[in-house]
């Protein structure tokens, strides 16, 4: 079981924006940069968030990351079918020493 | 073009051990934090460990699944990641990546694929 919890799957229509959470606690989320990945089937993993918030050069600004306290988020805006995938967040943890990947959500588009 | 290598993957008995390699072209490999994560079939992403570059003393970190049996260590001067494993265990099966820690894992190899069966 995950120290970072994300929800199993998720789904949206064409054109809508969905909602990824991430929880965590104060030795993790709240003390370091959280990253978001997306793994396409049969692909190996991509990111798309890094320092919370930041995207790296050549991701669309349809994705946006945030963070409050012990949660994170990644926000996909104007849902295209390409983003059907799983998306994981990660991030340091002290009190263990290492990194730590939520369990992954499956992004279907419907 | 940043890229990165895996190599080394095959099939292991249980208890046996395993080198894999990771060749980096692309960046000044030592200034980096070098990682692997694997992915075991079907399931989720896990950080099995890193090395710090030579400014943090190439210090290393491991998760706790695997720490005492896998081994992390770089050649900065070939460029070159490494994960000495033994005692291998039936749920060590799983794709491995490398990773380059850039505030985020901003590059990742294609994946060596190890699997520990009898």
């Known amino acids: 079981q995950s120290v970072l919890t994300q929800p199993p799957s998720t789904s949206g229509t064409p054109g809508q924006t969905v909602t990824i959470s991430c929880s965590g606690s104060n030795s993790n989320i709240e003390s370091y940069d959280v990253s978001w990945y997306q793994q396409l089937p049969g692909a190996a993993p991509t990111l798309v968030i890094h320092?919370?918030?930041q995207r790296p050069s050549g991701v669309p600004d349809r994705f946006s990351g945030s963070k409050s306290g012990t949660s994170a988020s990644l926000a996909i805006t104007g849902l295209r079918s390409e983003d059907e995938a799983d998306y994981y967040c990660a991030v340091w943890d002290n009190s263990l020493n290492g990194r730590m990947f939520g369990g992954g959500t499956k992004l279907t588009v419907l | 073009e940043v890229q990165l290598v895996e190599s080394g993957g095959d099939l292991v008995q249980p208890g046996g051990s395993l080198r894999l390699s990771c060749v980096a072209s692309g960046f000044t490999f030592s200034d980096y934090y070098m990682e692997w994560v694997r992915q075991a079939p079907g399931k989720g992403l896990e950080w099995v460990g890193r090395v710090n570059s030579k400014f943090k003393s190439y210090a290393t970190q491991y998760a706790a699944s695997v720490k005492g049996r896998f081994t992390i260590s770089r050649d900065d001067s070939k460029k070159s990641l490494n994960l000495q494993m033994n005692s291998l265990k039936i749920e060590d099966t799983a794709m491995y990546y490398c990773?380059?820690?850039?505030?985020?894992?901003?590059?990742w190899g294609q994946g060596t694929l190890v699997t520990v069966a009898s």
């Open positions: 320092r919370d918030n």
């Open positions: 990773v380059r820690d850039n505030w985020g894992y901003v590059n």
